[in-house]
């Protein structure tokens, strides 16, 4: 019974490759995220979607293409791959966003482009 | 501007003697501060969290924080640190004056290695 789960683990490809990566949770939250941790272990948030509405845009290249179908679910689709987007990408979820409920993250996604 | 310090990169401490991770943090408004803690290669995992109230908050796995306002400081502790909690903690922040509405942006810290040996 994983809360927040992502798929899959580990993403190997090519660049200028497209990938997605899928994100669900079952803890009935209305609010997720994804967040981008480089190899420094730095964490930065990168999209955040409450009822299936963008609510968090931070700087992140258009290649990079959020996509919500019910508020469970909470993708991510990468177009045209660089090198420097290889990392760990974390999805998480709370309830109704709110700045003092604390997030549940997903086992993380690594991607590697070649 | 927002931001976390957390200015131990590592920690290292020898098993039953006590664990302290430091952050300072700097916002405009009111803070609501959180401790995250990850083991390898795994996500994050919640904590403890500061909203108001008493300044010391007790959470998960014997770990509790003591928020201090005129320092500016939430700092992680452990009374008798064991092996298994050696992983990497971060610190995370967010505040209404970081954002016009209430969406839950967190900022992070860099991350503090805790290095438990026996």
């Known amino acids: 019974d994983t809360a927040v789960s992502q798929t899959p683990k580990y993403l190997v490809t090519q660049m200028g490759n497209d990938k997605s990566i899928k994100c669900e949770q079952n803890l009935g939250h209305d609010t997720m995220y994804w967040y981008k941790q480089d190899s420094k272990k730095f964490l930065k948030i990168m999209f955040s979607y409450n009822n299936k509405e963008l609510i968090i845009n931070e700087t992140v290249p258009n290649r990079f293409s959020p996509k919500s179908p019910d508020k469970a679910h909470l993708n991510l689709h990468i177009n045209s791959l660089e090198l420097g987007d290889s990392a760990v990408y974390f999805c998480?979820?709370?309830?109704?966003?709110?700045?003092?409920?604390?997030?549940?993250f997903g086992p993380g996604t690594r991607l590697t482009v070649l | 501007a927002q931001s976390v310090a957390q200015p131990e990169d590592q920690v290292n401490v020898a098993e039953g003697n006590p664990l302290t991770v430091k952050c300072t943090y700097s916002v405009s408004g009111n803070p609501y501060l959180f401790w995250y803690v990850q083991y390898p290669n795994r996500g994050l995992q919640f904590l403890l969290k500061y909203i108001t109230g008493d300044n010391l908050v007790k959470g998960s796995y014997g770990f509790e924080a003591e928020f201090n306002k005129s320092q500016t400081s939430f700092h992680l502790k452990k009374p008798s640190a064991l092996v298994s909690d050696s992983a990497l903690y971060f610190c995370a922040v967010s505040s209404r004056s970081m954002t016009t509405d209430s969406w839950g942006k967190l900022q992070f810290g860099a991350g503090t290695q805790v290095v438990v040996t026996p």
């Open positions: 998480a979820s709370n309830s109704g966003g709110e700045l003092y409920n604390e997030q549940f």
